[in-house]
């Protein structure tokens, strides 16, 4: 089991910038990757970016080009550089890593075992 800590959360204006992290411990990210999850009020949980093992990235549609995932192995932490901030990117955002590695990255929350408490973001607009 990995024991994951968000941060970075906070509120921004439109157009604006963050970077969220999510530390681990318990387990690397380089064997199983991770992914980022969002839920705003009142919507159901979406998958917004993964990384996996190779380091290859997978994204929602809506946030290519402007959100870009990342990880520091050495540090066991993955990043979500968010940029060019929309009032619709208003959420809390969770880290997630799979129990098992995966080749493709799944965009599915239940295929992902371990997850953190999440970190709000806020877009103002």
């Known amino acids: 089991q990995v024991q994951l800590v968000e941060s970075g959360g906070g509120l921004v204006q439109a157009g604006g910038s963050l970077r969220l992290s999510c530390a681990a411990s318990?387990?690397?990210?380089?064997?199983?990757?991770a992914g980022w999850f969002r839920q705003a009020p009142g919507k159901e949980r979406e998958f917004v970016a993964a990384?996996?093992?190779?380091?290859?990235?997978y994204y929602e549609e809506s946030v290519k080009g402007r959100l870009i995932i990342s990880r520091d192995n050495a540090k066991n932490t993955v990043y979500l550089q968010m940029n060019s901030l929309k009032a619709e990117d208003t959420a809390t955002y969770y880290c997630?890593?799979?129990?098992?590695?995966?080749?493709?990255?799944?965009?599915?929350?239940?295929?992902?075992?371990?997850r953190g408490q999440g970190t709000q973001v806020t877009v103002s607009s």
């Open positions: 990384i996996n093992w190779a380091g290859t990235v």
């Open positions: 997630a890593v799979p129990r098992r590695s995966m080749t493709r990255m799944s965009r599915i929350w239940g295929d992902y075992g371990d």
């Open positions: 318990g387990r690397s990210f380089s064997s199983n990757g």
